[in-house]
């Protein structure tokens, strides 16, 4: 799942929580607590009612929870949490299961379309992973409302390094901040996957240099993300061999920017007036932002990739 470029999945803690191996079409979801805050997303002021004199902790969980809730809106009118077509996504789905897997990770889920798409296509068993409730909770409705000869077990946590695997799918689209750096994210998700897995991996890519100010605005090193034409040799740095790669088309990147900036100004409207106007103000800078510099160099591919040895 990806979430719009400034809003990735956080490095997380929370509780534990193995996935049941056993087909059918179980759909769980298990809670857990919250930690730090992702990559680059910022709300500006407090949220109301939090004084100076609160308590770290609690101004923290109600800032996550802030987080949590814009995150959700930004992506009520996308039907998953990315710039890729449905057709990509299915394409996607169907590379991942051509191996017959038994199981698989979905790292920083969002609101679960690919571990739905995976659990109705084969009996696979999910452990699909995210910290927002609300994408958890969308994500089970989804699933309730689908045949399923697989098994999905929605759990609010972090990648924590006790999921029961290896798995043989691994699935990390737009979430390599639950990792790290999209570098990181490779060689960890190397670690979980199964001899002869497959890993399905999505995230920004530079279609061009980007600009100084962007980077600043941004808060990361240009080599934070790789140049598209970069992927495969990045991969290949890992141990892993790319088989198949897409990429978000312009007009559906547009078409995602303008449902997330509707979803998080609809979001404001109905908040208290210091928080809305926050979030407003978050909204429509990240857009101008795009705008000016986005769409000339960001790019979002997406890369089925097993390990160079298979």
Same mark, same amino acid.
């Given at each position: 799942?990806?979430?719009?470029?400034?809003?990735?999945?956080?490095?997380?803690?929370?509780?534990?929580?193995?996935?049941?191996?056993?087909?059918?079409?179980?759909?769980?979801?298990?809670?857990?607590?919250?930690?730090?805050?992702? *990559?680059?997303?910022? *709300?500006?002021?407090?949220?109301?009612?939090?004084?100076?004199?609160?308590?770290?902790?609690?101004?923290?969980?109600?800032?996550?929870?802030?987080?949590?809730?814009?995150?959700?809106?930004?992506?009520?009118?996308?039907?998953?949490?990315?710039?890729?077509?449905?057709?990509?996504?299915?394409?996607?789905?169907?590379?991942?299961?051509? $191996?017959?897997?038994? &199981?698989?990770?979905?790292?920083?889920?969002?609101?679960?379309?690919?571990?739905?798409?995976?659990?109705?296509?084969?009996?696979?068993?999910?452990?699909?992973?995210?910290?927002?409730?609300?994408?958890?909770?969308?994500?089970?409705?989804?699933?309730?409302?689908?045949?399923?000869?697989?098994?999905?077990?929605?759990?609010?946590?972090?990648?924590?390094?006790?999921?029961?695997?290896?798995?043989?799918?691994?699935?990390?689209?737009?979430?390599?901040?639950?990792?790290?750096?999209?570098?990181?994210?490779?060689?960890?998700?190397?670690?979980?996957?199964?001899?002869?897995?497959?890993?399905?991996?999505?995230?920004?890519?530079?279609?061009?240099?980007?600009?100084?100010?962007?980077?600043?605005?941004?808060?990361?090193?240009?080599?934070?993300? $790789?140049?598209?034409?970069?992927?495969?040799?990045?991969?290949?740095?890992?141990?892993?061999?790319?088989?198949?790669?897409?990429?978000?088309?312009?007009?559906? $990147?547009?078409?995602?920017?303008?449902?997330?900036?509707?979803?998080?100004?609809?979001?404001?409207?109905?908040?208290?007036?210091?928080?809305?106007?926050?979030?407003?103000?978050?909204? &429509?800078?990240?857009?101008?932002?795009?705008?000016?510099?986005?769409?000339?160099? *960001?790019?979002?591919?997406?890369?089925?990739?097993?390990?160079?040895?298979?």
């Amino acid at each position: 799942m990806t979430r719009s470029p400034e809003d990735p999945v956080s490095d997380r803690t929370a509780e534990t929580g193995e996935l049941s191996a056993k087909h059918g079409s179980q759909v769980t979801c298990r809670t857990g607590s919250e930690a730090s805050a992702p *990559l680059r997303e910022t *709300l500006c002021g407090r949220p109301r009612n939090v004084g100076i004199a609160e308590s770290p902790v609690r101004t923290q969980n109600l800032m996550t929870a802030l987080r949590h809730r814009v995150s959700a809106a930004a992506h009520e009118q996308v039907p998953h949490a990315n710039p890729l077509s449905a057709a990509q996504m299915a394409e996607l789905v169907e590379r991942a299961i051509r $191996w017959s897997p038994s &199981t698989a990770l979905d790292i920083g889920c969002g609101p679960g379309d690919f571990s739905v798409g995976l659990a109705s296509r084969t009996p696979v068993g999910v452990l699909a992973i995210d910290l927002n409730p609300a994408f958890l909770e969308r994500g089970k409705s989804t699933a309730k409302g689908t045949p399923l000869v697989g098994s999905i077990a929605f759990l609010e946590r972090s990648v924590q390094g006790d999921e029961g695997g290896p798995f043989d799918v691994v699935v990390c689209i737009g979430s390599s901040g639950a990792v790290g750096s999209p570098r990181d994210a490779l060689s960890r998700c190397k670690e979980l996957m199964a001899p002869g897995g497959v890993f399905v991996f999505a995230e920004l890519v530079w279609t061009s240099e980007p600009a100084e100010g962007f980077l600043a605005f941004l808060g990361i090193e240009r080599t934070y993300f $790789w140049l598209a034409s970069e992927g495969e040799a990045v991969f290949a740095q890992s141990g892993l061999s790319v088989e198949y790669e897409c990429g978000a088309s312009r007009s559906s $990147w547009e078409s995602y920017e303008q449902a997330v900036l509707s979803g998080r100004l609809k979001l404001a409207a109905s908040l208290q007036p210091e928080e809305g106007e926050a979030v407003r103000n978050h909204a &429509t800078t990240w857009y101008s932002n795009f705008e000016k510099h986005g769409r000339r160099c *960001l790019g979002f591919n997406a890369y089925v990739a097993r390990h160079a040895e298979d």
